[in-house]
C-alpha cells in the first residue's frame, strides 16, 4: 500500500513538471523570423548597463516526451554584443520544424539576466517556416 501511494505520489510529480512553464529566474526573450531562421531580441527595459553581451544560447528541441540538446551550453563560444530590440541570428544551427527551448545568459556592465523562449517552427510547402511563441 505505502509503495503504490508513493508511487502515485512520483506520477503526479513528474506530470506536474512536465506542464511547467520557465521558472521564475527566466525573463521572456522574443522570436522572430529573418531570412527562414529564428532572430532572438531582448526587450529594450532589460535594466541591464551598456554594452550588453551573450555568448550561444542553449537550443534543446523536442524529440517525442524529451528534449534534445541542439546547442548546448557554450560558454566558450565568442562573445557577441547584443542591442536591446535588435534581434540576433546565431550561426551554425540547423533549424528544422518542430518544437525549441531556448535559454540564453546576457550580461550587462554590473548584471546580468537570463532569458528563456518557447516556440515551434512549422514549415510551409515552400519551405519557408512559421514561427508561433508559446512562452
Request: include cysteine; charge should be positive.
Amino acid at each position: 500500500m505505502v509503495m503504490k501511494q508513493l508511487f502515485s505520489v512520483v506520477a503526479i510529480a513528474l506530470t506536474v513538471s512536465a506542464c511547467v512553464s520557465h521558472p521564475a529566474q527566466y525573463q521572456s526573450l522574443s522570436v522572430t523570423l529573418k531570412n527562414n531562421e529564428p532572430c532572438f531580441a531582448i526587450p529594450a527595459n532589460s535594466g541591464l548597463d551598456a554594452p550588453v553581451t551573450s555568448h550561444s544560447p542553449t537550443i534543446m528541441k523536442r524529440a517525442g516526451n524529451e528534449w534534445k540538446a541542439v546547442s548546448p551550453p557554450s560558454t566558450f563560444s565568442p562573445e557577441v554584443t547584443l542591442t536591446t530590440q535588435q534581434c540576433h541570428q546565431w550561426k551554425g544551427i540547423a533549424w528544422q520544424a518542430g518544437e525549441y527551448d531556448v535559454a540564453l545568459k546576457v550580461s550587462g556592465k554590473n548584471d546580468s539576466i537570463r532569458y528563456a523562449a518557447r516556440f515551434t517552427l512549422q514549415e510551409g510547402p515552400s519551405g519557408q517556416f512559421k514561427l508561433t511563441q508559446t512562452e
